[in-house]
């Protein structure tokens, strides 16, 4: 069991658990420190640092950007961000606005093919909170035109899949450099996946993407995370090292999904939080 976990979501976007609930479970656990890391959105940071004040638990600011790239999808996250920052804000806001019209076209192009689902019922799901797949996914169940999430991912909303539709174009190269102008650390998050042979897949090329990312201001890869083996550990490790990036780690906990791992049930050394701190400093001085 660890004692950091440095990717948590929360109803601020497609979590199930309150920024407040998410920290007291991190505390139940035992967590000495967690990152708020949600989809567009750092409307969770604030009430989630609260609860960490009053728990004694400590909450790093973070955020997730989804970015599209063609074919793929990349994630690039941002710790210690200024969640005051207005650029930040106003990025994250346009970014959700756009996924309210994506999550109407997504419900228009359900109903086309004979899953109809309403895409108020889709607002109301998402709450406060980013509204994204995931919540397509639940009015999907609640519909009855699939029994399980991922069966709404495999048969409709999928990357592939027939009701899929790309959110904003925003690419990571433009969420690095936003990200550093908010004062945050940006990290690429799970970098890679697995095919169905179980080999590790890149999402991205990673030794000829990471250079020019680089450039546009990342600083770090997420090399801990579930089902990461330690195998695809050890590549992430040399790949950090090649190309001179942090290492950061966490569960990606959303809350309430079948099989998953809670928070901290991924190892992350404290070492790679204090050297994530001391680069967010030295970018900071
Ligand atoms: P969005 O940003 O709206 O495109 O939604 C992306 C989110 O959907 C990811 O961050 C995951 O939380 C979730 N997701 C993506 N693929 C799957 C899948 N195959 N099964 C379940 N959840 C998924
Ligand atoms: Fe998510
Ligand atoms: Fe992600
Ligand atoms: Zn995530």
């Given at each position: 069991m660890g004692e950091a976990d440095l990717h948590c979501h929360t109803t601020?976007?497609?979590?199930?658990?309150s920024p407040e609930e998410l920290v007291a479970l991190a505390a139940r656990i035992g967590l000495k420190v967690i990152a708020v890391t949600d989809h567009d959105s750092v409307e969770g940071v604030a009430p989630a640092q609260a609860a960490g004040e009053r728990l004694g638990i400590e909450v790093i600011p973070g955020v997730e950007i989804n970015t599209d790239v063609p074919g793929a999808e990349v994630h690039i996250l941002g710790y210690f961000?200024?969640?005051?920052?207005a650029e930040l804000i106003e990025a994250t806001s346009r970014l959700r606005e756009g996924r309210v019209g994506r999550a109407k076209r997504m419900a228009e192009a359900l109903t086309a093919m004979g899953a109809p689902v309403d895409f108020r019922r889709i607002l109301e799901i998402a709450g406060e909170g980013a509204v994204g797949r995931p919540h397509v996914a639940k009015a999907l169940l609640e519909a009855g035109h699939v029994t399980s999430s991922s069966e709404a991912f495999s048969r409709?909303?999928?990357?592939?899949?027939?009701a899929y539709v790309e959110r904003q174009k925003f690419t990571a190269a433009q969420a690095c450099a936003l990200l550093r102008r908010a004062g945050g650390v940006p990290v690429l998050a799970h970098p890679v996946h697995y095919d169905r042979y179980g080999a590790i897949k890149g999402a991205l090329d990673l030794d000829s993407a990471l250079p020019a990312l680089k450039t546009e201001g990342l600083m770090g890869i997420e090399?801990?995370?579930?089902?990461?083996?330690a195998i695809t550990i050890e590549y992430l490790l040399g790949l950090a090292r090649r190309h001179g990036l942090l290492v950061t780690g966490g569960s990606d906990f959303h809350g309430g999904r079948p099989n998953e791992p809670d928070p901290g049930s991924v190892h992350v050394p404290m070492k790679a939080v204090r050297r994530l701190r001391a680069a967010w400093e030295q970018v900071q001085a």
């Open positions: 601020a976007s497609d979590g199930t658990f961000v200024d969640h005051s920052n409709y909303i999928g990357r592939d899949g027939p090399a801990y995370y579930p089902r990461y083996d």
